[in-house]
């Protein structure tokens, strides 16, 4: 048992030290708002690519993810393949079209700033709308992570709950409050490459462990057959188009992730989006397949079986059963580099919702760059302790709480921000019905069970709002000037 092992304690302990380091350098080289919210869009391919992968991938690539395969089997398969198919889809369709106009757009360092200059809105509305949904949403995400920051200490130190908790929030907001988006994608980088050596590492000493594949294939059909058949459940039942469907649709997602396409602004050159591509899709698959494995042999591998929520454990408990110190705490330590890269920018995009385009558009349109960049900062406190207080309930799920954020960001802004790249005609209210059907239907659908009602919210909030804009493109066309604008900013490319 590695609990309080002084050996991981100081693993740890270095590895925090070195994201605060990471925090003041970042710091000293922060010195207006568009330095703090995109980093004065400098960041090379590895960063962005690594950053973005770190950011999507939360802690329940290593607690969520791994715990729904150990329980499911090759159901989880599903999962990643909507995934996978997600992320290169948002990187060759969103990424090159929204740096080039974000900027092209008088230099736009958030969504809500993009929009109302790409629809030219002059009654703010759209900046209004994108900013309550990513407060909203943002602060039950960035809850997700502090609920697995808890998990993540109370399992393997032993801290009750509530100082786990305490700990990990105290970590997030020292480095985000220091360096803004240049530590959030610095750390990001270093952390993308701890969680790569994590999910290879385990898997591996597992596969060793069981003696390969097969043993580990017999293991799971010894537990229950159902688990070795992707088309059926552990029990046996077939899954059916609605499960499927449901599985595969968190792929939609991407498209409207505000951490995520953060990143696509921040980059110096639009001619690197290529090949940082292939470097995050490679880092995603890498991630999703050893999320996989590991919770597969778990099965096979722990002693003792794990129900609910423990699930999620499955990663720690291989950890601490099969691996030393120094390995185990470079590995635990990556769980909470899974944990931190994701929180961090959660609360860096509602941090930039808030100071830009709320406080500086309707109460202090004057305020200075000092100014904002103090309202940004107080934002991030205030939005993490937020967060705090609703990951204080225990029995949380860490999958739940991304899923349930996930769908809310992918529909209200996924075809929305679609749309407004390949769809001169759309106009404001297009933009406007599309973010409020997205949004409403998934806080509605939410609440909603049996039949169709049972699919995952973010397929019918996508489909919706989709539908949602295309017609209000129809009834409600862009002016002229508008769509002309727009071309004459994607031709300047």
């Known amino acids: 048992m590695l609990n309080r092992d002084p050996v991981v304690v100081a693993t740890f302990a270095l590895y925090l030290v070195g994201m605060l380091a990471l925090g003041v350098w970042a710091w000293r080289r922060t010195g207006d708002l568009a330095d703090y919210l995109l980093g004065g869009r400098s960041l090379g391919r590895w960063v962005t690519a690594l950053s973005a992968g770190a950011s999507d991938m939360s802690g329940w690539l290593l607690l969520g993810l791994p715990g729904y395969a150990y329980l499911s089997g090759f159901e989880a398969g599903w999962i990643a393949i909507g995934l996978l198919a997600g992320t290169w889809l948002n990187w060759r369709l969103v990424a090159r079209r929204l740096r080039i106009l974000t900027e092209r757009y008088a230099n736009a360092l958030t969504l809500g700033d993009y929009l109302e200059r790409r629809f030219a809105d002059d009654s703010r509305l759209l900046r209004v709308i994108s900013a309550v949904l990513v407060l909203l949403f943002f602060t039950f995400y960035a809850s997700s992570g502090l609920v697995a920051g808890g998990k993540l200490f109370e399992s393997v130190f032993g801290l009750p709950y509530l100082s786990a908790v305490a700990l990990g929030t105290a970590v997030i907001l020292s480095y985000t409050l220091l360096g803004g988006f240049l530590a959030v994608s610095w750390t990001d980088l270093v952390q993308g490459l701890l969680m790569a050596v994590a999910l290879v590492l385990v898997p591996a000493a597992a596969m060793l462990e069981l003696g390969g594949w097969g043993n580990l294939t017999a293991a799971m059909g010894a537990s229950a057959p159902g688990l070795l058949d992707a088309w059926s459940s552990r029990d046996g039942q ?62 096979g591998v722990l002693p003792t079986t794990l129900t609910g929520a423990d699930s999620e454990k499955v990663f720690l408990e291989l950890v601490q059963y099969l691996l030393h110190p120094v390995p185990a705490g470079i590995c635990l330590a990556a769980v909470l580099a899974a944990i931190m890269s994701t929180a961090d920018s959660q609360l860096l995009v509602a941090s930039s919702s808030l100071s830009e385009d709320l406080y500086k558009r309707f109460w202090r349109p004057q305020a200075s760059d000092a100014e904002l960049l103090r309202v940004g900062r107080l934002t991030v406190a205030g939005i993490a302790a937020l967060a705090f207080s609703l990951a204080l309930d225990r029995d949380s799920k ?10 809310g ?25 599309g973010m409020l059907t997205g949004g409403v239907v998934v806080v509605v659908w939410k609440q909603l069970s049996g039949g169709w009602f049972d699919v995952y919210e973010l397929v019918p909030g996508f489909v919706l709002s989709s539908l949602a804009i295309t017609l209000a493109g129809y009834l409600a066309p862009a002016p002229a000037a508008v769509r002309d604008a727009w071309r004459e900013a994607l031709a300047a490319r």
């Open 398 to 407: 860490v999958l739940e709480l991304v899923a349930y954020a996930w769908a």
């Open 409 to 433: 960001f992918g529909a209200a802004f996924g075809p929305v921000i679609l749309f407004s790249l390949f769809w001169g005609r759309m106009g404001r209210v297009a933009a406007a019905a």
């Open 238 to 299: 077939p899954l059916g188009g609605i499960a499927i469907l449901s599985l595969l649709g968190w792929g939609l997602g991407y498209f409207g992730q505000p951490h995520i396409l953060a990143r696509f602004m921040a980059i110096r050159d639009p001619d690197q989006l290529g090949a940082a591509r292939r470097i995050a899709t490679g880092w995603v698959s890498l991630g999703l397949g050893g999320a996989l494995l590991a919770g597969f042999a778990g099965i």
